[in-house]
């Protein structure tokens, strides 16, 4: 097996390095959430990884270094920063799957919803906020220039949480660029039609679970998956039902390539 490569750079956090492995003729593209990195996709490169896929975990446009650096992204890069992702992956793999953990999750969307993925799997995707306090937004954003999170990432698994590579704070115009960003890719829901396998928790405190029925009803994929948890948190794939997720992904992921190779 090919050991996983963590790709470090200058002013990235330890733990929060690009993570890619290149095996096989499948490639896994998995995109982390707003304001986390690629910490919230190394479980997952690392079980995939032990079964021949190739995997690439980039890190987002602002993220992993320090929540300054989210000042000056507008939502269009991350989108961008997707799009380059998922072209470098189609150059090197005959099959890629695109995955995402919440914003991640909206990214792989996106990328679906323009180009013929093979297959693509949310975690906890995110294509609406519910909080009553957004509507306040626009005002906070005048007077304070972050938010900080009182309860660090929302995560129930104790050693996960801590080991977890996310700012303690994020800028509010950066929340004002993901809330675009969401808005887009709910518009865009009804162009997706790649075999999907969509994953949340009913205990997210995040990113509601009406979130993953919404995108249910709106894909226009003929095989759509729906798996619903109901022990973990937010960051479902470094949470407590990750083993039995990937299990999942595992087995959506054998059934596409099974059926692509049975039609040829």
């Known amino acids: 097996m090919k050991p996983l490569t963590y790709r470090k ?20 593209l998995f995109f982390h959430g707003f304001t986390g990195s690629p910490y919230e996709g190394s479980l997952f490169a690392e079980h995939f990884s032990k079964l021949g896929y190739g995997l690439s975990v980039p ?4 993220h992993g270094t320090q929540p300054e650096d989210l000042l000056s992204i507008p939502y269009e890069k991350w989108l961008e920063a997707a799009e380059s992702a998922y072209h470098e992956m189609t150059s090197q793999y005959g099959k890629v799957i ?30 609406f906020l519910k909080d009553w306090r957004l509507r306040f937004l626009p005002v906070a954003r005048r007077l304070i220039t972050y938010q900080y999170k009182s309860k660090g990432p929302d995560i129930r698994d104790k050693e996960s949480k801590a080991a977890s590579v996310s700012y303690p704070k994020y800028p509010l115009s950066s929340l004002d660029e993901f809330l675009k960003l969401i808005e887009q890719v709910k518009n865009e829901l009804p162009k997706v039609t790649s075999p999907a396998l969509l994953v949340h928790s009913n205990r997210d405190h995040t990113i509601t679970v009406e979130n993953v029925h919404y995108i249910y009803s709106q894909i226009k994929s003929e095989r759509k998956d729906l798996l619903v948890l109901d022990d973990s948190y937010h960051v479902i794939s470094v949470d407590v039902d990750r083993a039995r997720i990937f299990s999942e992904c595992e087995r959506f992921i054998q059934s596409i390539l099974h059926s692509d190779n049975s039609g040829s």
């Open 98 to 127: 695109v995955c995402g953990q919440s914003m991640g999750g909206a990214l792989a969307l996106h990328v679906a919803s323009k180009f013929p993925v093979d297959g693509l799997i949310t975690m906890a995707a995110a294509v």
């Open 9 to 28: 750079k200058d002013g990235v956090l330890p733990g929060a390095e690009a993570i890619s492995c290149n095996l096989g003729d499948t490639g896994l």
């Open 59 to 62: 890190l987002l446009p602002g």
